[in-house]
């Protein structure tokens, strides 16, 4: 007999069986097939511990180089970590990560990230017959395009998904949190300058009042470090990422310089704590991570008393 949908339909999760989990009860307000959706998503997201995503006020402040350092980082420290690229208009990770040009897999359980050095990392730019094509899509279209990564995507088991979001507060930032729900929390990347400060507190405040913790706040583009002397140029005025960040009581992450590395390691496909991994612009970034790998840490106590005695 089918069921109506009005009634309240209470079943355990495929992944976690636990009777009170969201997706285990059949809301009054959605059709079998909204049902049956819901259930994918939440099973796949339930085998996601930590989910974080990396916003900015505005473009070119950093933010994907962020996102693909973050990600790294935490890979390269042995976490099992995904990398999703929901900047349909722009998406700049295969170019980062030197994967431009690769096309995805499928399986019977849907699509297949690509796999590099076990970073697993999923891109519109991969779907893209063409890298140049422009994305013309209206709202409906991006929210079902970032439901489809995050729910026919195979990512398995995960300490992290790290997601590079668009700039601004517009329908994809939107679209991810609504739809993860369960965000450990946002990064907020920002140059040092007020007039990329005040759009990086409209990233707060969207946060704030979709109830998603902000982590903290990177300030990227922070002085030139000359690489033949040292010495520090404030080529951008500096100090106002900080700044803005304990006018908002939310946490200082840490100042990244610009460092020609930076784009260098970008231009050429490899994360830049990879390609200078002994710079001191990477340890900056590395202390930028720590807080992030925090998130784990009862995790790892655990791994640890669970694992056999050496
Ligand atoms: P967004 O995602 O905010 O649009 P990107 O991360 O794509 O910004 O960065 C824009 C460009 O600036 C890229 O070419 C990147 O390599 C470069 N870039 C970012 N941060 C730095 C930095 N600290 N020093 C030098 N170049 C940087």
Same mark, same amino acid.
């Given at each position: 007999m089918?069921?109506?949908?009005?009634?309240?339909?209470k079943?355990?999760c495929?992944?976690?069986?636990?009777?009170?989990?969201?997706? @285990?009860? =059949?809301?009054?307000?959605?059709s079998?097939?909204?049902f049956?959706?819901?259930?994918?998503?939440?099973?796949? $997201?339930?085998?996601i511990? =930590?989910?974080?995503?990396?916003?900015?006020?505005?473009?070119?402040?950093g933010?994907?180089?962020?996102?693909?350092? /973050?990600?790294? @980082?935490?890979?390269? @420290?042995?976490?099992?970590?995904?990398?999703?690229?929901?900047?349909? =208009?722009?998406?700049?990770?295969?170019?980062?990560?030197?994967?431009?040009?690769?096309?995805?897999?499928?399986?019977?359980?849907?699509?297949?990230?690509?796999?590099?050095?076990?970073?697993?990392?999923?891109?519109?730019?991969?779907?893209l017959?063409?890298?140049?094509?422009?994305?013309?899509?209206?709202?409906?279209?991006?929210?079902?395009?970032?439901?489809?990564?995050?729910?026919?995507?195979?990512?398995?088991?995960?300490?992290?998904?790290?997601?590079?979001?668009?700039?601004?507060?517009?329908?994809?930032?939107?679209?991810?949190?609504?739809?993860?729900?369960? /965000?450990?929390?946002?990064?907020?990347?920002?140059?040092p300058?007020?007039?990329?400060?005040?759009?990086?507190?409209?990233?707060?405040?969207?946060?704030?009042?979709l109830?998603?913790?902000?982590?903290?706040?990177?300030?990227n583009m922070?002085?030139f470090?000359?690489?033949?002397?040292?010495?520090?140029?404030?080529?951008?005025?500096?100090?106002?990422?900080?700044?803005? @960040?304990?006018?908002?009581h939310?946490?200082? $992450?840490?100042?990244?310089?610009?460092?020609?590395?930076?784009a260098?390691?970008?231009?050429?496909? /490899?994360?830049?704590?990879?390609?200078?991994?002994?710079?001191?612009?990477?340890?900056?970034? =590395?202390?930028?991570v720590?807080?992030?790998?925090?998130?784990?840490?009862?995790?790892?106590?655990?791994?640890a008393?669970?694992s056999p005695?050496?």
């Open positions: 089918q069921k109506n949908p009005s009634q309240s339909d079943t355990s495929d992944s976690c069986g636990r009777s009170d989990c969201s997706a @285990a009860e =059949h809301r009054k307000d959605e079998a097939e909204e049956a959706e819901r259930r994918k998503l939440q099973s796949r $997201l339930c085998r511990r =930590h989910k974080v995503v990396v916003l900015s006020g505005k473009g070119g402040v933010k994907s180089t962020v996102a693909v350092n /973050l990600a790294s @980082a935490l890979s390269a @420290a042995g976490k099992r970590v995904g990398l999703l690229d929901v900047d349909i =208009h722009g998406p700049s990770i295969p170019t980062m990560l030197g994967l431009e040009g690769i096309r995805v897999g499928a399986c019977e359980e849907g699509l297949l990230p690509i796999d590099l050095h076990g970073l697993k990392v999923m891109s519109l730019g991969f779907l017959p063409n890298p140049d094509d422009a994305v013309i899509w209206r709202g409906p279209m991006k929210m079902g395009v970032i439901k489809q990564f995050l729910k026919d995507v195979v990512w398995g088991d995960l300490d992290y998904l790290i997601i590079d979001s668009p700039p601004g507060t517009g329908d994809e930032p939107l679209s991810v949190c609504q739809l993860i729900g369960s /965000l450990d929390g946002a990064v907020v990347v920002t140059t300058q007020k007039v990329a400060a005040v759009d990086v507190r409209k990233s707060i405040n969207f946060c704030r009042q109830k998603v913790p902000v982590l903290g706040v990177v300030e922070s002085g470090v000359c690489p033949k002397c040292g010495e520090v140029t404030q080529i951008l005025r500096s100090g106002g990422g900080r700044r803005m @960040a304990d006018d908002m939310v946490p200082f $992450l840490g100042a990244i310089p610009i460092d020609p590395g930076i260098e390691s970008g231009d050429i496909g /490899l994360a830049y704590v990879r390609y200078c991994a002994a710079s001191p612009t990477a340890e900056l970034m =590395h202390a930028i720590e807080p992030i790998m925090a998130l784990d840490k009862p995790f790892d106590a655990l791994r008393s669970m005695p050496g």
